[in-house]
């Protein structure tokens, strides 16, 4: 008897068990629900990146013009300098006295010029009485005139003089980052004969972009009617190799006229506005130049594509339900999340864009958008 209830025991739980396992076979026979989006047609601007460096948009030497012993600069290295700030100056004892006695010769040249012109209206007021005679009243206006000749060339050299002293004083030519000081402080210069070289400024409020093109690329940009109507080149973006606190844009202001034909390219340049002084002469960056625009662009998701040995590829869902295994080629990345798609799809393909791992080609699946 107790071997008869074990048996039936036994057989009931097998049943109960046999009835448990065909519940949970119809749950993973049931069909999962992802989620699919459908292609994006939008109309996207295509861009193209170059390799440029940056240059000043203006760089001036600042000299030193005469004989002299250099001061220390009155700046650091790499410091902006403002429009007319004092930079140098130079010891030259010799041009402060070559000032002096300019000054008395001038001042000479006025006493002895007040007695020459009072002189010849003396004589020639004499002569009205026939007390002198004609020679000496034109005598009296040659020395006259010498007086006034020799004002005139007094000034003359005054004005140079001082204009010499003023070389012992060394400002900056227009505000911008100035370099290293090449001489050492206390050294003597000779700069009068020829003049010599102490530092450069960099006038960088604006900075200049330099960049060249295929030739095939020009006339994709630049020759077709479409483009030049469509698209905006006083805002092409630029980036550096590292990412900078602030983003800029470039207008382009320069096509060289001619096509180099020893590397089939052509110069361009291009402005960049600079406030924050971040940008620097000699810096690389990449100008992502805009070549077309594609009115009926195709975008998906950039997270729904997948990458395998052959490449690039998206799950699309057919009108069947089933999932298909799509390879497809990217392009650029359009605001950030989505993908330019060139081809393998359609305009009306649904993809999946959630769970990538848990399809496979040929699942079928419920949707849900």
Same mark, same amino acid.
């Given at each position: /008897?107790?071997?008869?209830?074990?048996?039936?025991?036994?057989?009931?739980?097998?049943?109960?068990?046999?009835?448990?396992?065909?519940?949970?076979?119809?749950?993973?026979?049931? =069909?999962?629900?992802?989620?699919?989006?459908?292609?994006?047609?939008?109309?996207?601007?295509?861009?193209?990146?170059?390799?440029?460096?940056?240059?000043?948009?203006?760089?001036? #030497?600042?000299?030193?013009?005469?004989?002299?012993?250099?001061?220390?600069?009155?700046?650091?290295?790499?410091?902006?300098?403002? =429009?007319?700030?004092?930079?140098?100056?130079?010891?030259?004892?010799?041009?402060?006295?070559?000032?002096?006695?300019?000054?008395?010769?001038?001042?000479?040249?006025?006493?002895?010029?007040?007695?020459?012109?009072?002189?010849?209206?003396?004589?020639?007021?004499?002569?009205?009485?026939?007390?002198?005679?004609? /020679?000496?009243?034109?005598?009296?206006?040659?020395?006259?005139?010498?007086?006034?000749?020799?004002?005139?060339?007094?000034?003359?050299?005054?004005?140079?003089?001082?204009?010499?002293?003023?070389?012992?004083?060394?400002?900056?030519?227009?505000?911008?980052?100035?370099? !290293?000081? =090449?001489?050492? $402080?206390?050294?003597?210069? #000779?700069?009068?004969?020829?003049?010599?070289?102490?530092?450069?400024?960099?006038?960088?409020?604006?900075? *200049?972009?330099?960049? @060249?093109? =295929?030739?095939?690329?020009?006339?994709? !940009?630049?020759?077709?009617?479409?483009?030049?109507?469509?698209?905006?080149?006083?805002?092409?973006?630029?980036?550096?190799?590292?990412?900078?606190?602030?983003?800029?844009?470039?207008?382009? !202001?320069?096509?060289?006229?001619?096509?180099?034909?020893?590397?089939?390219?052509? #110069? *361009?340049?291009?402005?960049?506005?600079?406030?924050?002084?971040?940008?620097?002469?000699?810096?690389?960056?990449? *100008?992502? /130049?805009?070549?077309?625009?594609?009115?009926?662009? !195709?975008?998906?998701?950039?997270? @729904?594509? $997948?990458?395998?040995?052959?490449?690039?590829?998206?799950?699309?869902?057919?009108?069947?339900?089933?999932?298909?295994?799509?390879?497809?080629?990217?392009?650029?990345?359009?605001?950030?999340?989505?993908?330019?798609?060139?081809? $393998?799809?359609?305009?009306?393909?649904?993809?999946?864009?959630?769970?990538?791992?848990?399809?496979?080609?040929?699942?079928?699946?419920?949707?849900?958008?």
């Amino acid at each position: /008897m107790k071997t008869i209830y074990t048996l039936a025991a036994t057989a009931l739980m097998l049943y109960g068990c046999s009835h448990g396992k065909t519940d949970k076979d119809s749950d993973t026979t049931a =069909e999962p629900v992802i989620d699919v989006s459908n292609v994006i047609i939008d109309s996207v601007t295509l861009y193209k990146e170059y390799p440029g460096t940056l240059t000043a948009d203006r760089t001036a #030497n600042v000299y030193c013009r005469v004989d002299g012993y250099v001061s220390r600069p009155k700046y650091t290295a790499g410091d902006y300098v403002a =429009e007319g700030q004092v930079l140098f100056t130079v010891e030259a004892p010799d041009l402060k006295n070559a000032v002096d006695e300019a000054e008395a010769a001038l001042a000479t040249a006025i006493s002895q010029n007040d007695y020459a012109e009072q002189h010849y209206r003396a004589v020639a007021k004499a002569y009205e009485s026939r007390a002198v005679s004609k /020679m000496e009243v034109a005598e009296a206006l040659s020395s006259r005139d010498q007086s006034r000749a020799a004002i005139n060339s007094a000034k003359a050299r005054l004005s140079d003089a001082r204009q010499q002293l003023g070389y012992c004083t060394i400002k900056a030519p227009f505000s911008g980052h100035i370099t !290293m000081n =090449e001489h050492s $402080g206390g050294s003597y210069v #000779n700069g009068a004969g020829s003049p010599v070289a102490l530092a450069t400024v960099y006038d960088d409020a604006s900075v *200049i972009a330099v960049f @060249s093109i =295929e030739d095939d690329s020009f006339i994709r !940009m630049f020759e077709s009617p479409n483009n030049r109507h469509l698209i905006d080149y006083s805002a092409i973006p630029v980036t550096f190799g590292e990412k900078l606190p602030h983003s800029y844009t470039a207008d382009l !202001m320069y096509l060289a006229p001619n096509i180099d034909a020893s590397t089939g390219t052509l #110069n *361009i340049q291009a402005e960049i506005k600079n406030p924050y002084h971040e940008l620097r002469s000699g810096m690389y960056c990449t *100008i992502r /130049m805009p070549y077309k625009v594609d009115p009926k662009a !195709m975008l998906v998701r950039d997270a @729904s594509i $997948g990458t395998d040995q052959l490449g690039k590829y998206v799950y699309v869902v057919n009108d069947s339900s089933k999932v298909v295994y799509t390879p497809i080629k990217t392009g650029d990345l359009v605001a950030d999340t989505l993908r330019l798609v060139t081809g $393998g799809l359609k305009p009306h393909d649904r993809y999946v864009t959630s769970a990538l791992l848990k399809v496979r080609n040929g699942m079928k699946v419920k949707t849900r958008e």
